[in-house]
């Protein structure tokens, strides 16, 4: 069994910082790319960020010089640096994998249980 396990979330004042964390585990022989999407109630989820496995990044643009992702590949783990948040930043966050498993079983879309971001004064 594989899962992903999102932490971080939390309320914070606009203009601040928060910082997101996603552990894979399980049995996971590679993971291709990590991302983080985020969803507010009665819109569909939208990409934040990803990152490949050799480190090449993209952002929304609503996000980009604000949000930086980077991945420590040894920890299986995605992070999510958040600067500069705005009260629009609010959302569910969810982290999602495409992974290869043993038994080299590919798994593409693999979610969190997503992470609460609040952004409020």
């Known amino acids: 069994q594989v899962q992903l396990v999102e932490s971080g979330g939390g309320l914070v004042q606009p203009g601040g910082s928060l910082r997101l964390s996603c552990a894979a585990s399980g049995s996971i022989l590679y993971i291709n790319v990590m991302g983080w999407y985020r969803q507010v109630p009665g819109n569909q989820r939208e990409l934040v960020a990803r990152i490949t496995s050799s480190g090449s990044t993209n952002y929304a643009d609503s996000v980009e010089g604000r949000f930086t992702i980077s991945r420590d590949n040894a920890k299986n783990t995605v992070y999510l640096q958040m600067n500069s948040l705005k009260p629009e930043d609010t959302a569910v966050y969810y982290c999602?994998?495409?992974?290869?498993?043993?038994?080299?079983?590919?798994?593409?879309?693999?979610w969190g249980q997503g992470t609460q971001v609040t952004v409020s004064s």
């Open positions: 999602n994998a495409d992974l290869v498993r043993l038994g080299l079983i590919r798994q593409r879309d693999l």
